[in-house]
C-alpha cells in the first residue's frame, strides 16, 4: 500500500552495451543520505519526505476517514463562520475543503500532507487537528535565536532575540552550535552569544510583524489572533520534568520547509548603535518519536503506516493480534498527545481501570511544547513546597503574602496524587501566610476536567458557583452514526460501562445520572448553524462531584485575591477553569507580553471534552458498528485525528457555546528585558499592579 520513494536526481554510472560506454542512471535514495544522521539541512530531510509519491488508494481513505469522523466533531458548522468576537479568525468549511483536495493533484505525499495538516489548522482549534507522524515532528527544524517581544523603556515595543537565547542553545543543541558560530558571516563568526538580546529590525527584509502575522495565519490552535501571535516568541512553562523553555516558533517548527532567515538586527551592548544583517541557516535534527531508518523503504515501514495506537478496537474482542497486550483507549489518547506534545506528563494518561473514568479535554499540536529548559539563571530559586508535585509546583513570594502555584498542566502521572496535592500545596501556601494566590498556568494546554473542576472547588470554596459543578454545561453532537451507538449500548453492548457513550458516564441537565440503559440521543435538538441543520443530544451535566478527595468546605483564598496569569495559551481544562474563574468569581486574568494594539484572550480552545479517531473507531467497533455506512475506514497512516467530543455552553449567554464567546484579560502586563522568561519577576510584576499602590510602568489596562 505504501509505494518506495520516486527518486528526484539520478546519477550517471558507466556500463558497456555492445562494446560501448553509456551512461544510465542510477536513483538516488534520498533518505539514505540522512538515514542515521542526528542532524541535517532542512533542505535534505525534505528531499528525502518528499520523494514519497500519492498512493490515490491511501489518499482517498485518508480523506474518508477525516470526512467520517468530523461528523463526531462538535463545532464543524460552527467553524464555517464562526460569529463575533472571531468572525475574521475561524471561517473554513472542512468538508468543503476535504472535497477540493481530495479534486486535486499533488505532487507528491509530503505536499498533500501539508495540505490537510494546514487546512485542519484554519479552525484555529487545538483539539480539531490532523497529523500525519510519517512528516510531524520527526524532525525538528531550528534556530539558535528564539525571540521575544518587548517593552522598552519609552513604552514602544519591538522584536528582540531572546536576552538568553546564547544560554538556551548552548545547552540544548551542544556542540551543534558551533555550526551556527561558523555560518555566521563576516566578524560575527564565531560570535553567536553577541546577537542576544539584539533588536530585530527586519526579518528577511521586512518589519518583524510580517512574520509574526504570517506565521499567526499557519500555527492555529487558538481562536484569538493574539494568542497565535504569541505563539512565534519563546517562553516557559513547568513540566514533570521540571522548568521548561519553548523556543516558539520562528525558532522551532515541525516541519523542514525553512532554510535560513536573514536578519537585520541592532545589537545590544555594542558601543555604536551598531546594525548588521546576516542569514542564518535552520538546522533539523531527529526527534526522539522517529523511529531509526537506514532508507526510503525502512523509513516508510517504521515511521508511516498505521501502528497498534492509529486505529480503534472492539473492547470485548478476544482478538489481541491488533489491539497489544494491556492497551486501553485512555492509552490511545495518551500516547497521541505525548508523541504531539513531546511532554512526559502526557504519557501517563493511560490511567484509570476504565476508559472515562477521568475524562480529558487535552489541545493536540504537532509541535513539542517541552523541548529546551528554561536556564537554570532564570528558574525561580524560591523554595519550592513540599506538597509540589509533576506539572504542580508551589511557591511563596519574597512579600510573605503572596503564594504562587505554577501549573503546566491539568494532567500528571497519578490523578489522585495530583489532586491531593493541589489541596495539600495550597493549604500549605496559607499556613506559610499567604492571602494572596498567583496561578500561573502559561502554555497550559489542559488535561483532565476533573482537576478543573477540583481547584476552582477548592481555592474559592462551597457555593452555588462550585456546586453541583465547578464547570459548563455541554453537548454531544448527534450524528446518525453517533445516535446509533448510542441506541447499541442501551441495548447492552457496553456491559462493563467503558465507552464514552455510555448512559452510566451522565448526567442530565439537573445533574442526576442518566439510567443505565437510556438511549440519550432518542430525542435530540435540531438547530441551524451556518446555514445547515445540525442535530445535539440533551444537555449533560456535571460528571466530577462528589470528589474522591474531601475538600475544605470554606475557600482558602477570596476571589479578590487571586489572579491567573499565562501568555494567552490557556486551552482545554485550563479554559474551564479560567473561565468559570473569571465570569463566575470575578477573579483577575492576566496576559503577560502579547502586542500592545491587539486584544489579549486570556485563554481559547473552550470545547468540554476532547477525543480522537482511535477513541471514537473503539466506540464504534465495541459497538458493532464497523460496517455502517457512516463508518469511517481505519487509518492506513500513521496519523492522529482530533476532535471536540462534548461543546461546553457559556455562562454569559447559555444557549451558544463558551468556544465562540469573549474572554478578555483583565490586565495586559508588558514583557521588558527584566522580566522576560523570568517567572518571579513577572509574578511579583503582577502582584505590584493587582494589589500594590506603587504601580509600575508601561502596564496596558484593555
Avoid at 215 to 222: D, V
Avoid at 348 to 354: E, T, Y
Avoid at 359 to 384: F, G, H, S, T, V
Avoid at 527 to 554: H, M, W
Amino acid at each position: 500500500m505504501f509505494p518506495t520513494a520516486t527518486p528526484l536526481v539520478w546519477s550517471a554510472a558507466a556500463s558497456l552495451v555492445a562494446g560501448a560506454t553509456v551512461t544510465a542512471p542510477i536513483p538516488i535514495d534520498f533518505c539514505e543520505v540522512i538515514g542515521n544522521k542526528t542532524w541535517a539541512s532542512p533542505a535534505e530531510v525534505r528531499a528525502c519526505i518528499s520523494s514519497f509519491p500519492v498512493d490515490p488508494i491511501v489518499k482517498a481513505s485518508v480523506i474518508e476517514t477525516l470526512n467520517k469522523t468530523l461528523a463526531f466533531h462538535t463545532s464543524t458548522n460552527y467553524q464555517i463562520q464562526a460569529p463575533p468576537p472571531f468572525e475574521d479568525d475561524v471561517h473554513v468549511d472542512l468538508v468543503g475543503e476535504l472535497a477540493r483536495i481530495a479534486a486535486e493533484e499533488q505532487s507528491s505525499d509530503l505536499e498533500l500532507h501539508i495540505d490537510l495538516f494546514r487546512t485542519f489548522k484554519r479552525a484555529n482549534d487545538g483539539h480539531c487537528a490532523y497529523i500525519n507522524y510519517c512528516y510531524d515532528s520527526l524532525y525538528l527544524t531550528y534556530l539558535p535565536l528564539p525571540l521575544v517581544l518587548l517593552t522598552e523603556s519609552d513604552g514602544t515595543q519591538g522584536v528582540f532575540i531572546a536576552p538568553e537565547a546564547f544560554a538556551v542553545a548552548t545547552a540544548e543543541f551542544g556542540p551543534e552550535v558551533s555550526f551556527w558560530q561558523d555560518a555566521l558571516p563576516g566578524k560575527l563568526k564565531g560570535r553567536l552569544a553577541s546577537l542576544s538580546g539584539a533588536k530585530v529590525l527586519l526579518i528577511d527584509g521586512a518589519d518583524p510583524f510580517v512574520a509574526v502575522n504570517a506565521n499567526s495565519e499557519i500555527t492555529g490552535s487558538y481562536q484569538a489572533f493574539g494568542a497565535r501571535q504569541n505563539a512565534f516568541f519563546a517562553s516557559y512553562f513547568v513540566s514533570d520534568a521540571g522548568w521548561n523553555y519553548t523556543l516558539g516558533n520562528f525558532a522551532q517548527q515541525s516541519l523542514p520547509l525553512v532554510d535560513a532567515a536573514t536578519l537585520t538586527v541592532q545589537l545590544a551592548n555594542a558601543t555604536k548603535n551598531e546594525i548588521v544583517t546576516f542569514t542564518i541557516p535552520y538546522r533539523s535534527r531527529i526527534s526522539s518519536i522517529l523511529r531509526s531508518f537506514t532508507n526510503s523503504t525502512s523509513y516508510r515501514e517504521r515511521n508511516c503506516r498505521a501502528s497498534i495506537f492509529t486505529n480503534g478496537y472492539d473492547l470485548y474482542s478476544n482478538d489481541t493480534s491488533a489491539t497489544g497486550a494491556e492497551r486501553t483507549p485512555l492509552m490511545d489518547a495518551g500516547f497521541s498527545a505525548s508523541r504531539a506534545y513531546g511532554t512526559s506528563e502526557l504519557a501517563f494518561l493511560a490511567s484509570g481501570p476504565r476508559q472515562n473514568e477521568h475524562p480529558l479535554n487535552l489541545a493536540l499540536d504537532a509541535l513539542p511544547l517541552a523541548d529546551a529548559a528554561l536556564p537554570p539563571y532564570l528558574r525561580p530559586a524560591l523554595p519550592a513546597s513540599n506538597a509540589s508535585y509533576s506539572v504542580a509546583q508551589f511557591h511563596m513570594l519574597a512579600d510573605n503574602m503572596t503564594g504562587v502555584l505554577a501549573l503546566g498542566s491539568f494532567a500528571a502521572p497519578s490523578f489522585s496524587v495530583f489532586q491531593q496535592s493541589l489541596l495539600d500545596g495550597l493549604v500549605d501556601l496559607k499556613k506559610k501566610g499567604a492571602k494572596r494566590l498567583v496561578v500561573d498556568v502559561t502554555n497550559n494546554g489542559g488535561g483532565y476536567i476533573c482537576i478543573a473542576h477540583w481547584l476552582h472547588r477548592i481555592i474559592i470554596g462551597a457555593r452555588d458557583t462550585t456546586e453541583p459543578q465547578a464547570g459548563l454545561d455541554s453537548t454531544a453532537r448527534a450524528s446518525p452514526l453517533a445516535r446509533a451507538i448510542v441506541h447499541r449500548v442501551s441495548k447492552g453492548a457496553d456491559p462493563e460501562e467503558l465507552l464514552l457513550y455510555n448512559p452510566a458516564q451522565w448526567t442530565n441537565a439537573t445533574h442526576h445520572p442518566l439510567g443505565n440503559g437510556t438511549d440519550w440521543m432518542k430525542k435530540v435538538e435540531t438547530i441551524e448553524v451556518n446555514g445547515y441543520e445540525d442535530a445535539f443530544s440533551q444537555r449533560l451535566g456535571q460528571e466530577c462531584q462528589p470528589f474522591s478527595v474531601k475538600p475544605t468546605k470554606k475557600g482558602l483564598f477570596k476571589a479578590k485575591n487571586v489572579a491567573i496569569v499565562s501568555n494567552g495559551r490557556c486551552a482545554s481544562s485550563c479554559s474551564l477553569f479560567s473561565i468559570t474563574m473569571s465570569k463566575l468569581e470575578g477573579v483577575k486574568t492576566v496576559v503577560v507580553g502579547g502586542k500592545a494594539d491587539v486584544p489579549q484572550q486570556y485563554c481559547g480552545t473552550v470545547g468540554g471534552q476532547s477525543t480522537n479517531f482511535a477513541t471514537i473507531d473503539t466506540e464504534i467497533k465495541t459497538s458493532g458498528l464497523k460496517n455502517h455506512t457512516l463508518a469511517p475506514p481505519d487509518f492506513l497512516t500513521n496519523s492522529v485525528q482530533g476532535i471536540t467530543w462534548r461543546l461546553g455552553y457559556g455562562l454569559d449567554d447559555d444557549t451558544e457555546p463558551e468556544e465562540w464567546q469573549d474572554h478578555p484579560a483583565d490586565l495586559n502586563l508588558p514583557l521588558t528585558i527584566h522580566n522576560v522568561n523570568n517567572p518571579v519577576a513577572i509574578w511579583e510584576d503582577v502582584v505590584d499592579v493587582l494589589w500594590s499602590d506603587a504601580q509600575p510602568l508601561f502596564q496596558v489596562q484593555l
